[in-house]
């Protein structure tokens, strides 16, 4: 029986993406408004569409549907696949902290991203982490523009797949940004952070996380943050 949802954020976290994945915000904007983004946008933790509201509202744009918006993203990450195959890379330790958690029978693991779903799949299957999620529970950038909205949203997939709720204690989201960790704690998950990505160990451990990691290289000690953050997984490990 699955007792543990395991939600991973992707860049920072899993991934490396060379800033491939920055470039493709202003070349949205360029693309569906005609003119060049004179400014740019912190993106780290946030939802590709909120990301897009805030270039779109700095440039005084509005009026622009949704459903462009995200077409136009996967556009664009789409025609950077082969630069983010070669620029980009898996994080050290991420393919085998993923074959351990699939390998527990106790463990549900998917993602949950600010990337829209067509994004979160094209990045994970460009360097084979793909296999590894079970994508359809997972909550994504086109779910919610907030965050911290999308811990719901991944609880009630998986509470649908597997027929019986994970409460906040058997969630567990694992990224690499205070954004994340504010996230988890707001929406109803316990957070392990991993201090892979732009945010130092102490700033993660400021914004609440449950625990912290320096980065993925020791499966052991990622099974036992999860272990101690979720007692739920110990029994039935």
Do not use: C
């Not at 897009?52 to 509005?62: P, T």
């Not at 965050?147 to 694992?174: C, E, K, N, S």
């Not at 929406?187 to 392990?192: D, K, L, N, T």
């Amino acid at each position: 029986m699955k007792r543990l949802l395991l939600l991973w954020d992707i860049d920072g976290t899993l991934i490396d993406g060379d800033h491939i994945g920055a470039a493709v915000y202003p070349a949205a904007f360029e693309r569906l408004t005609g003119r060049p983004a004179l400014h740019r946008v912190t993106t780290a933790g946030r939802t590709e569409l909120d990301i897009m509201d805030e270039l779109f509202a700095r440039h005084g744009v509005g009026g622009i549907a949704p459903e462009l918006v995200t077409a136009e993203l996967a556009a664009q990450l789409g025609r950077r696949a082969a630069e983010l195959r070669t620029a980009g890379r898996a994080l050290p330790g991420a393919v085998e902290a993923l074959r351990a958690m699939e390998a527990r029978a106790d463990v549900a693991q998917s993602v949950l991203t600010g990337n829209l779903r067509a994004n979160a799949e094209l990045k994970l299957r460009t360097f084979g982490l793909a296999g590894f999620m079970d994508f359809p529970v997972g909550a994504y950038g086109g779910d919610a523009r907030e965050r911290a909205a999308l811990v719901p949203v991944a609880r009630r997939r998986a509470a649908a797949a597997y027929g019986h709720a994970f409460a906040a204690d058997r969630t567990v989201l694992i990224g690499d940004t205070p954004r994340d960790v504010h996230a988890g704690r707001t929406g109803g998950a316990r957070v392990i952070a991993v201090a892979s990505g732009a945010s130092s160990a102490a700033e993660l451990r400021e914004a609440g996380a449950d625990a912290v990691l320096a980065d993925l290289r020791d499966t052991a000690a990622l099974i036992r943050a999860v272990e101690e953050t979720a007692p739920a997984a110990r029994s039935s490990g």
